[in-house]
T-cell receptor, first 115, second 110 residues
């Protein structure tokens, strides 16, 4: 079974630029999560989708971050404009309610460096 | 106070030794508990769930103390391949949100 796919794997941008990350969850997984992991910290949930609806975006900095999952499958996370403190690994995860919804499977992440 | 607190380490332990990690959580409504493992520059992966009665998976033993809001992970006969960061994770009753600790970094020394 294919895992969670993410692209790009690495991105370097200058502050105030825009960047977008893409995630393709495990086939059939209804729930999709985006996490931010700053170096030396655990992952922090940014947003959770159930199919194409947002379940929790309470920790998403909405002035600069946006995310969508229009068809309930792939998702994109955008940062516009980026700040230095956005340098982190952005992890996408998915889970299947029928299989035990609390087991989340993570993708390899996108490493973002903002200069 | 952080929702999930862990000693960040690093723990440098000789091969074959026993090592224990502790974790405390602040939300008494937390319902489910897990240990995830994260290798260097890799994504987190579920190591094991933590049950109220305590549970064992090979060389790994997890325990939960709800009264003290305390979770532990014990690794016996440690192997070089156990070198990783171990993340303590809690889930609040009624939602799917996972809250991660900062992780404890473990290095097994030959």
């Amino acid at each position: 079974e294919a895992g969670v796919a993410q692209s790009p794997r690495y991105k370097i941008i200058e502050k105030r630029q825009s960047v977008a990350f893409w995630c393709n969850p495990i086939s059939g997984h209804a729930t999709l999560y985006w996490y931010q992991q700053i170096l030396g910290q655990g992952p922090k949930l940014l947003i959770q989708f159930q199919n194409n609806g947002v379940v929790d975006d309470s920790q998403l900095p909405k002035d600069r971050f946006s995310a969508e999952r229009l068809k309930g499958v792939d998702s994109t996370l955008k940062i516009q404009p980026a700040k230095l403190e956005d340098s982190a690994v952005y992890l996408c995860a998915s889970s299947d309610r029928l299989a035990g919804m609390k087991t989340q499977y993570f993708g390899p992440g996108t490493r973002l460096l903002v200069l | 106070r952080k929702e999930v607190e862990q000693d960040p380490g690093p723990f440098n332990v000789p091969e074959g030794a026993t090592v224990a990690f502790n974790c405390t959580y602040s939300n008494s409504a937390s319902q489910s508990f897990f240990w995830y493992r994260q290798d260097c520059r890799k994504e987190p992966k579920l190591l094991m769930s933590v049950y109220s009665s305590g549970n064992e998976d090979g060389r790994f033993t997890a325990q939960l103390n709800r009264a003290s809001q305390y979770i532990s992970l014990l690794i016996r006969d440690s192997k070089l391949s156990d070198s990783a960061t171990y993340l303590c994770v809690v889930n609040e009753f009624g939602n799917e949100k996972l809250t991660f600790g900062t992780g404890t970094r473990l290095t097994i020394i030959p």
